[in-house]
């Protein structure tokens, strides 16, 4: 689920219990920014992930641009409404593949032209 603040990533984990990643990369600013940001993260997985989370499955959040100047309550929301979404089950539509579904049958440059003077 993709938040303005962070993506929730939700996957079973074969019974392993009810766990949790975070990931900020170096894009979103120095080690400073990051490690506020994760923190911050920190605090919202322990608060909500033990009541709204999914048992038996492992829920991953990655830190998006503007989630640093976001405000507390505010990533709050986002989280939650991303931890019912994931609940219920409703997950954002997978993404489409850059170039995919408008190109009109397009071969890209690596795959070879079908011969027409085969019998």
Do not use: C, W, Y
């Amino acid at each position: 689920m993709s938040r303005p603040g962070l993506v929730l990533l939700v996957r079973p984990n074969g019974g392993a219990g009810l766990r949790f990643g975070i990931t900020v990369t170096k894009r979103i600013g120095n080690a400073v920014v990051r490690n506020r940001m994760k923190r911050r993260f920190r605090a919202l997985v322990r608060e909500l992930l033990p009541i709204h989370g999914l048992p038996q499955h492992d829920h991953v959040l990655i830190g998006r641009e503007g989630g640093i100047e976001r405000d507390f309550a505010l990533l709050r929301e986002e989280l939650l409404a991303a931890l019912v979404r994931a609940t219920a089950g409703k997950g954002d539509p997978p993404r489409r593949k850059p170039g995919a579904g408008k190109g009109g049958g397009k071969k890209g440059p690596n795959q070879p032209k079908p011969r027409e003077d085969r019998p």
